[in-house]
């Protein structure tokens, strides 16, 4: 299948400490690890790590939905409470139209586990004819986030005019409207 056809997924890690070496991305590699098992159609992963703030997540975000060409990126890390925690601030200068039900959803889901969730500021919405989404950054959290979301993801691609993503049925019951 020519690349021009296959969907550009960008996993895209947000930590000072990561960016420096000072630690293993686990939080990139559970992103992946869900993508492998709920996407059933071939696509190419774009990943890049960041250091938190806000220009590096701006930049980063703009370059792999302008010039890399992602249809969809996923972010981990910088949606807490903390000072440095500035992912969620960066996501609203770069999109288009921000989609609140992503992070109520999250927040809900994630409040299931843990009574802290009520502090996370995940959100998403849509530059262009990518689709970006603000997880957590604890792999547990990130599961959690992207098997409450993901059902949505394919039809929210297909809206926007991104290139077509189907999933595996017995990891995620995708939804679109009948034709």
């Known amino acids: 299948m020519p690349d021009n056809l296959l969907a550009r997924i960008g996993v895209l ?11 293993e991305d686990i939080s990139g590699k559970a992103i992946n690890d869900f993508l492998d098992r709920a996407v059933s159609s071939n696509w190419v992963a774009v990943v890049r790590i960041v250091p ?6 701006e930049q980063a975000l703009t370059e792999m939905s302008d010039c890399e060409d ?3 990126i996923l972010t ?3 949606t807490g409470s903390a000072p440095r925690d500035l992912t969620p601030e960066a996501t609203r200068l770069v999109i288009t139209r921000e989609l609140e039900g992503f992070g109520e959803l999250m927040r809900r889901v994630s409040l299931e586990q843990v009574p802290t969730a009520i502090l996370s ?31 949505a993801v394919p039809y929210c691609l297909d809206l926007i005019g991104a290139r077509r993503i189907e999933v595996n049925p017995d990891v995620c019951a995708a939804f679109r409207p009948a034709a």
């Open 52 to 57: 938190d703030g806000i220009e590096s997540v």
């Open 70 to 72: 992602c249809d969809l």
């Open 13 to 23: 890690t947000i930590s000072d400490r990561v960016s420096r070496g000072e630690y």
């Open 121 to 151: 500021r995940q959100t998403a919405g849509t530059r262009g004819k990518c689709l970006i989404v603000n997880l957590p950054g604890r792999p547990s959290a990130i599961d959690v986030c992207l098997n409450a979301v993901f059902p």
């Open 76 to 78: 981990t890390g910088g």
